[in-house]
């Protein structure tokens, strides 16, 4: 069993950044690919990033691309999101979220992450 934190949500003004922190515990933090998602009230869940249990590859959702960087530092089992250039439409709840290495790799769906931390929130007043 794994589970996941999250942290460093907040309000933050247009064109500003912010750095969230998702912890991994009970687990192998090595064995799992980390992603972000977020979802407004109301809507779907999203992908945002994802970063590959190597940590040697990444993907983006377009609307972040050149924005947003996604890492992970194993030695405190914490993937991060630097969100930079912020805009109102980031406003959402963030989640950070976890899937088995073996998952294919283009598999972005939410339905394919196994663990899930509660959220951090994160709003972008313009």
């Known amino acids: 069993q794994v589970q996941v934190v999250e942290s460093g949500g907040g309000l933050v003004q247009a064109g500003g950044s912010l750095r969230l922190s998702c912890v991994a515990s009970?687990?192998?933090?090595?064995?799992?690919?980390m992603a972000w998602f977020r979802q407004v009230l109301g809507k779907e869940r999203e992908f945002v990033a994802l970063?590959?249990?190597?940590?040697?590859?990444?993907r983006y959702a377009d609307s972040v691309k050149g924005r947003f960087t996604i890492s992970k530092d194993n030695a405190k089992n914490t993937v991060y999101l630097q969100m930079n250039n912020l805009k109102p439409e980031d406003t959402a709840v963030y989640y950070c979220?976890?899937?088995?290495?073996?998952?294919?790799?283009?598999?972005?769906?939410?339905?394919?992450?196994?663990?899930w931390g509660q959220g951090t929130q994160v709003t972008v007043s313009s």
């Open positions: 970063i590959r249990w190597t940590g040697g590859s990444t």
């Open positions: 009970g687990g192998t933090f090595s064995s799992y690919d």
């Open positions: 979220a976890a899937r088995s290495r073996t998952t294919y790799w283009f598999a972005l769906g939410p339905d394919y992450y196994d663990y």
